[in-house]
């Protein structure tokens, strides 16, 4: 899997209610986001499925996927960025996709709980040995 489809597959992971909640007036049909996930689960066409996802969103008047990155630098990100600006601890620190399978990363606070892969369903994962 190409580190742009890495990147692109953890950004459908992070903003998927916010993708769905957009796309969903425009399409009366099974959710982009949705064939996304599922082919990643099931070994599909992912590549295929999140260039159609971000056609739909392009045709929508926005960016496509890219509007959904956000400033913060993320292990994978398509746009170079000095590690560490906006974080407050080092990378090392991120929680990561339980699989590998994409470049999704969090951040953990007391606040909030860790966050669920939206292809496995399990908790994203702290760096290994701790």
Request: hydrophobic content about 35%; charged content about 30%.
């Amino acid at each position: 899997m190409s580190k742009d489809t890495k990147t692109d597959l953890g950004l459908v992971c992070e903003h998927a209610d916010l993708l769905r909640a957009r796309l969903g007036r425009a399409s009366e049909r099974a959710s982009p986001v949705d064939a996304v996930l599922r082919a990643a689960r099931e070994g599909g066409d992912l590549a295929g499925e999140l260039s159609r996802l971000s056609e739909s969103l392009t045709a929508l008047g926005g960016r496509g996927l890219a509007e959904y990155a956000d400033g913060i630098h993320r292990v994978g990100a398509k746009d170079a960025r000095v590690a560490g600006v906006g974080l407050p601890r080092p990378a090392s620190a991120l929680y990561g996709c339980p699989d590998g399978r994409c470049a999704r990363t969090w951040e953990p606070t007391p606040a909030e709980d860790v966050p669920v892969c939206r292809v496995s369903g399990s908790s994203l994962r702290p760096p290994r040995g701790r």
